[in-house]
Structure formats: C-alpha cells, structure tokens
C-alpha cells in the first residue's frame, strides 16, 4: 500500500495567515493526489483534485501544487470557515489511501 | 443535484454482518463513474473500503481480509455494503460517496454503525 504522511498533524493559525500543508507519498503517484476539508460532525468535501485543479465552487484562495512524492495544499489567507480537518488522498493505485489528517485551530 | 444518503442498522452485534445501503439521487448510477465506501472510526481518520462501478468489476481494500462485498443495484439507484464478521474495530462512522474522474466528489452525510453486543 502507499503511505501518505501528511505535515504538521496540526497546526495554529490566525484569520489572514498563509497556510501550507504538506503530503507526502511513500512512492511515485504522479499526479493522482486529491485535497479534502472535513468539518467536525461532517463528511469530507472536495476541494483540489489532481494535484491542483480547484473543485467547482472553492475559493482560490486554496491552491495545490507538487508532482511525485511531495505534494502541498496552501491556504493564501485564512478565514474563519477554513479552521478545520484537511486530508490528502492518492488514487494512483489500489488500495486508495488517505493522508492522517491535518486539524488546523485556531 | 446529486445527492447520496446511507442507511441501516445503527448497532450491530460482534461477528455477525455489517449492512448498509446508499440512496443515490439526481444521478443514474448506470450512467457511469464509480461508487465506494469510506469508513471514519470515532477520531480517527479516512480509511477507504471499496469501491464499484454499474458495469461490476469491484475492488476492497486487503486490510479488510475478504470480509467486504460492495454492489450496485441499478434498479433503485442504490450501492450496498456488507461486512461480515465485524467487531468492535468496526465501529465507525460510514460514507458512501460518488467517484468522479479523479476524486470523491459527491458524498452522504454518513452513518454510524457502533459495533457492540
């Protein structure tokens, strides 16, 4: 199976910050790499997939970049709806797997 | 719009079969895309199952040791899930979701199913 670690697990921040978020796969996925935001009680909702294609109806402020193993989700300025769980996910091959989590607080 | 929406027992008794089902709506599962199964234990996080398309053909994870069998019915619209054999590891909260060409795009507001005698 492929491993996705994701970095930090958590992490603070504040309303305007620059936030990044880092996956990283334990083999080559080439771009097969999907970002979702799960909010307590909620199921996860889309937000990048292939690496960097925002979902219809994201903000830009939530892009995505990498290629390979290392992959990264960045938050351009926080606002107070993005304070939540984010989760990577490789559909490069099977089983599908998904990054621990990474909970940003506030 | 599409929308999914599980379905099933709430409380399930050790070693005995885990059942759910997912009500699709606002898409015909016939007309393509897959359709899976991702489970959340309480604080825990995404694990995915399985997953199937109208056509058959479906693929599980191996960490569930051939205990999953995951099927369409074209018919009502639905995807169902059986896990046999459950235990208290089991306990967690289910989603079924809508696969579109590269990510799960489309989910339910998930089911907790709590493993216990």
């Known amino acids: 199976d492929i491993q996705m670690t994701q970095s930090p697990s958590s992490l603070s921040a504040s309303v305007g910050d620059r936030v990044t978020i880092t996956c990283r796969a334990s083999?080559?996925?080439?771009?097969?790499l999907n970002w979702y935001v799960q909010k307590r009680g909620k199921a996860p909702k889309l937000l990048i997939y292939?690496?960097?294609n925002l979902y219809s109806g994201v903000p830009s402020r939530f892009s995505g970049s990498g290629s390979g193993t290392d992959f990264t989700l960045t938050i351009s300025s926080l606002q107070p709806e993005d304070f939540a769980t984010y989760y990577c996910?490789?559909?490069?091959?099977?089983?599908?797997?998904f990054g621990q989590g990474t909970r940003l607080d506030i | 719009q599409v929308q999914l929406q599980e379905s099933g027992p709430g409380l399930v008794k050790p070693s005995e079969t885990l059942s759910l089902t997912c009500t699709v709506s606002?898409?015909?599962?016939?007309?393509?895309?897959?359709w899976g199964w991702i489970r959340q234990p309480p604080g825990q996080g995404l694990e995915w199952m399985g997953s199937?398309?109208?056509?058959?053909?479906?693929d599980y994870n191996p960490s569930l040791r051939g205990r999953v069998t995951i099927s369409v019915d074209t018919s009502h619209n639905e995807l169902s899930l059986r896990l046999r054999f459950v235990t208290a590891a089991d306990t967690a909260v289910y989603y079924c979701?809508?696969?579109?060409?590269?990510?799960?795009?489309?989910w339910g507001p998930g089911i907790l199913v709590t493993v216990s005698s």
């Open positions: 979701g809508r696969k579109g060409n590269y990510a799960y795009d489309y």
């Open positions: 606002g898409y015909s599962i016939s007309s393509g895309y897959y």
């Open positions: 199937t398309s109208h056509g058959g053909g479906a």
């Open positions: 083999q080559s996925i080439s771009t097969y």
């Open positions: 292939s690496t960097s």
């Open positions: 996910h490789q559909t490069y091959s099977s089983p599908q797997t």
